[in-house]
């Protein structure tokens, strides 16, 4: 304990009962912010699975053993991070631990954690497309029967032909946006939700419409393929529009205009097309 000097008197020091409720305090909140799982991982408790994904990513790449080799307890401190993510990530388990805490988890629940190289190149391949909703064992059921269609890609991270169909599906979904829903399944962090709904190889693309049968895509992994068995899919009609004819669609002729309009254009004898794909 340390003291104090009064007139050259050295007299031990007083803790004071506010020193006390401040110290306390402050090692409330410490201890709170160590093992709080949403505050570990730095989101709200109304994040969504994608947004905890992020930040998990984010943290992931700089608290790595790999990338921290001189730090004796890199290892203890990125389990802590795992373990977090891995409750969070899932429905049921985030349930439990909102209502529970810790106690009502698993102890050897996030106890083993991937490569740095995992992470950085594999993890959440869709997780920063804007066009490309990730869905998971939470709001998949939700999504695929709300009366859009959706065009999913089932995927494995570990799958070579997953990360090579990537720049297609990313271009594809692109050129479909406002037209159908483009999601995507990161069945490494779904397994159970994979294998309730039949996929067995990677990558596996359904297309789902509300109260009806998915539809398997067994064509060409091009974007072409892709558009063209999409669009069988989609009610459109077609207003042909020629050369001196005035291009205007108004909501009395167009009355799914707000849905989405497709142009194209071609040439041919000096005339131009253009035409209208309302969904």
Same mark, same amino acid.
């Given at each position: 304990? +340390? ?11 007083? *803790?004071?009962?506010?020193? $006390? ?18 505050? /570990? ?9 994608? &947004? ?5 990513? @984010?943290?992931? $790449?700089?608290?790595?053993?790999? @990338?921290?080799?001189?730090?004796? =307890?890199?290892?203890? #401190?990125?389990? @802590? ?25 698993? &102890? ?21 497309? /804007?066009?490309?909703?990730? *869905?998971?064992? +939470?709001?998949?059921?939700? %999504?695929?029967? =709300? +009366? &859009? ?34 999601? %995507? ?11 309730? @709904? ?17 539809? #398997? ?8 393929? $892709? ?29 799914? /205009?707000?849905?989405? /309009?497709? $142009? ?16």
């Amino acid at each position: 304990m +340390g003291s104090t000097a009064v007139h050259g008197v050295q007299q031990p020091a007083r *803790l004071t009962l506010s020193s $006390l409720l401040l110290a306390t305090a402050l090692l409330v909140a410490v201890c709170a912010e160590g093992s709080d799982y949403y505050q /570990l991982l730095g989101v709200s408790r109304e994040a969504t699975t994608r &947004e905890i994904r992020q930040a998990f990513k @984010k943290l992931a $790449l700089t608290m790595h053993p790999d @990338k921290n080799p001189g730090d004796a =307890s890199a290892h203890d #401190k990125f389990l @802590k991070v795992n373990r977090a993510y891995e409750v969070l990530k899932d429905e049921d388990l985030r349930k439990k631990y909102d209502k529970y805490g810790e106690k009502g988890l698993d &102890e050897q629940q996030g106890g083993r954690y991937e490569s740095w190289n995992y992470y950085r190149y594999d993890f959440g391949i869709y997780d920063d497309d /804007l066009e490309i909703i990730t *869905l998971d064992s +939470g709001d998949f059921e939700a %999504a695929v029967n =709300s +009366g &859009e269609i959706w065009f999913v890609n089932f995927y494995s991270p570990r799958c070579s032909h997953c990360h090579q169909l990537a720049p297609t599906w990313r271009e594809f979904a692109k050129e479909m946006d406002g037209v159908i829903r483009i999601g %995507a399944v990161n069945c490494g962090d779904n397994n159970h939700l994979c294998r309730r @709904k039949g996929i067995n190889s990677y990558p596996s693309l359904y297309v789902y419409r509300a109260g009806q049968r998915p539809e #398997k895509f067994t064509g060409e992994r091009n974007k072409d393929d $892709l558009l063209r068995f999409s669009m069988q899919f989609i009610t459109t009609t077609v207003t042909e529009l020629w050369q001196g004819e005035p291009f205007q669609l108004s909501t009395h002729n167009a009355p799914c /205009l707000e849905q989405g /309009l497709h $142009l194209l254009f071609s040439v041919a004898a000096g005339v131009a097309l253009r035409a209208s794909a309302d969904v």
